[in-house]
Each structure stands twice: as C-alpha cells, then as structure tokens.
C-alpha cells in the first residue's frame, strides 16, 4: 500500500484510536488538567502567610473542612499523589518548599475522606521533608501509609487511628502524642513517643522501642522485629526499665 506524502493523506492513512487508546487519552487529559490546579493551589501555598494556613494551636490536617478548604473542589486521588510527589522536585528551590511535607498530609487526609486508603508516598527523590501536621482515619478504617524516606525530627506527632510504616528511619521528637495507631520503623530519634496512648510501634531497634516507651502515657505495645520473629517487649522487662 502506497503512503500519502502530502499531510491530508498522512493523516487519512493513520490508524484510528480503538476505545481502549481513547479512554487512556481522556484519563490522561484528565489528570493533566487535574494537576495544572494542583500546583496552583501548591503555590498558593507555599506563598501565604503561615497564621493563615493552619488552624489556631497546631497543624491539623484532620479538622473538620481544613482540607477541603485549602484545596476546594480538585479531586485527590492515590494516583494524583504518586504523580504530584514525582514532579514537586522542580520546586525544591522555592521559598518555604519544607512546607511540602505538610501539603503532602493533606492531599492523603482530602483523599482519604474521599473513601481513598492504602498510600505510598516515595520521598527519596526530594530533600528532607517534615510531615508535621496531623491526619486521622478512624477506629473502624484506620488511614494506612507507607513512607520510603528518613524522616527529620518532630515529624508524625498528634496522629490518629493511622497505620504507618516508615521505610526509613525516623529523627527525634517523633510520635509525639499519638494515639489508637500502628507504626512500624527501622529506628527513632531521642525524646519520640511523648505521650503516646494506645499504639503499637514496630522495630528492629531495641533502643528505639526502649525509648518511646519510657515516654509513652499507656496502653501501648513495643514489638521487636528480630528477623522474621515479632517479640512483645513488655515480656522483657529489662527492657523497658
């Protein structure tokens, strides 16, 4: 079969879209425009004045609209996120970027409100970011996340009804007044576990686990991961005094 050289003809021997091609290119189209908004609002945050982002006392993603409020009517999905973590490097450069962390929080919280679970935020890429604010699931459909990253100090604190697991480790001061959640990590800083109540954490490191649970408030559960064995260390009471 002879090709058309001329552009009418090239375009007339090009093979049609079947459906399936087509959806993918509406899907596309879709999540393009649904990002474009994304940064928008991302830079609208990263400008603003800090009193006019959270709520009065402390960060607090979970509050009741908070979310809806700073992002409006754009719809977060798992997708959204994992597309929006892979492009925020181009903005490491801007002022207040370490604010990311904490829209990071808001995007899982929007999207897990809108019945989204089972996040993965893969930060290895970018520099180290705090994830400050507080995000909540509930005692019937905890909020489950995964963070591949080491984790900077005061990070995760006031946290509710989560399972987290931090492919990482995480710096001092973590954990600070969380409660009803599972976290699992490869190590943690000094002074983490204030306050904790109702939590299990997870860890190979013995010295973690030690220290979170002089601090914690009660009813909480240290396991150790040795190997492929899972040790409940308030049967080691050497361990916890």
């Given at each position: 079969?002879?090709?058309?050289?001329?552009?009418?003809?090239?375009?007339?021997?090009?093979?049609p879209?079947?459906e399936?091609?087509?959806?993918?290119?509406?899907?596309?189209?879709?999540?393009?425009?649904?990002?474009?908004?994304?940064?928008?609002?991302?830079?609208?945050?990263?400008?603003?004045?800090?009193?006019?982002?959270f709520?009065?006392?402390?960060?607090?993603?979970?509050?009741p609209?908070?979310?809806?409020?700073?992002?409006?009517?754009?719809?977060?999905t798992?997708?959204?996120?994992?597309?929006?973590?892979?492009?925020?490097?181009?903005?490491?450069?801007?002022?207040?970027?370490e604010?990311?962390?904490?829209?990071?929080?808001?995007?899982?919280?929007?999207?897990?409100?809108?019945?989204?679970?089972?996040?993965?935020?893969?930060?290895?890429?970018?520099?180290?970011?705090?994830?400050?604010?507080r995000?909540?699931?509930?005692?019937?459909?905890?909020?489950?996340?995964?963070?591949?990253?080491?984790?900077?100090?005061?990070?995760?604190?006031?946290?509710?009804?989560?399972?987290?697991t931090?492919?990482?480790?995480?710096?001092?001061?973590?954990?600070?007044?969380?409660?009803?959640?599972?976290?699992?990590?490869?190590?943690?800083?000094?002074?983490?576990?204030?306050?904790?109540?109702?939590?299990?954490?997870?860890?190979?490191?013995?010295?973690?686990?030690?220290?979170?649970?002089?601090?914690?408030?009660?009813?909480?559960?240290?396991?150790?991961?040795?190997?492929?064995?899972?040790?409940?260390?308030?049967?080691?009471?050497?361990?916890?005094?």
């Amino acid at each position: 079969m002879k090709k058309s050289n001329n552009l009418r003809g090239i375009l007339s021997d090009l093979e049609p879209l079947n459906e399936e091609k087509q959806l993918k290119v509406k899907i596309d189209e879709k999540l393009e425009s649904r990002l474009e908004k994304l940064f928008r609002v991302y830079e609208k945050y990263l400008r603003q004045n800090i009193s006019q982002l959270f709520p009065p006392r402390y960060v607090d993603a979970a509050a009741p609209g908070y979310a809806a409020t700073i992002l409006g009517i754009i719809k977060v999905t798992p997708h959204t996120i994992n597309e929006f973590v892979s492009r925020v490097v181009t903005y490491e450069d801007y002022e207040n970027f370490e604010r990311t962390g904490n829209f990071l929080a808001l995007l899982v919280q929007q999207a897990y409100n809108k019945n989204y679970n089972n996040f993965t935020l893969n930060l290895t890429h970018l520099r180290s970011l705090n994830i400050q604010t507080r995000i909540a699931g509930t005692s019937n459909k905890p909020l489950k996340l995964t963070i591949v990253a080491d984790l900077p100090p005061k990070c995760l604190r006031y946290i509710q009804h989560c399972d987290i697991t931090i492919k990482g480790t995480v710096s001092w001061y973590a954990f600070q007044g969380v409660e009803d959640s599972t976290f699992v990590f490869e190590s943690a800083g000094k002074y983490s576990g204030e306050g904790a109540q109702r939590c299990v954490f997870k860890s190979p490191s013995k010295e973690s686990l030690s220290e979170i649970a002089r601090r914690a408030k009660g009813n909480c559960k240290f396991i150790w991961l040795n190997g492929d064995t899972e040790v409940n260390l308030y049967q080691e009471s050497q361990v916890m005094n």
